[in-house]
């Protein structure tokens, strides 16, 4: 179950391997984002600029591409 160190973040969740669909001060801050469940599955992935076959790599390898924290933007996600 990934948690964010910083802020306690259980659930909202991005990738910095997935660019952002527009790069501005408004936007998603990545192409991908995944809602953990409660007990650490992976719930829903939303994607935005990436296509299903990616979106596939990221739900079976979540560890690898589910690195930032969606509620405060760091990247100290602790997975153990």
């Given at each position: 179950?990934?948690?964010?160190?910083?802020c306690?973040?259980n659930?909202?969740?991005?990738?910095?391997?997935?660019?952002?669909?527009?790069?501005t001060?408004?936007?998603?801050m990545?192409?991908?984002?995944?809602d953990?469940?409660?007990?650490?599955?992976l719930?829903?992935?939303?994607q935005?600029?990436t296509?299903?076959?990616?979106?596939?790599?990221?739900?079976?390898?979540?560890?690898?591409?589910?690195?930032?924290?969606?509620?405060?933007?760091?990247?100290?996600?602790?997975?153990?």
């Amino acid at each position: 179950m990934p948690v964010c160190r910083n802020c306690g973040n259980n659930r909202l969740f991005g990738s910095s391997l997935i660019s952002p669909a527009a790069p501005t001060a408004n936007g998603p801050m990545t192409g991908i984002m995944a809602d953990f469940q409660p007990g650490g599955e992976l719930g829903t992935i939303t994607q935005m600029t990436t296509d299903r076959k990616e979106a596939s790599r990221a739900a079976a390898r979540p560890r690898e591409y589910f690195d930032t924290c969606l509620k405060c933007g760091s990247q100290d996600v602790d997975w153990d």
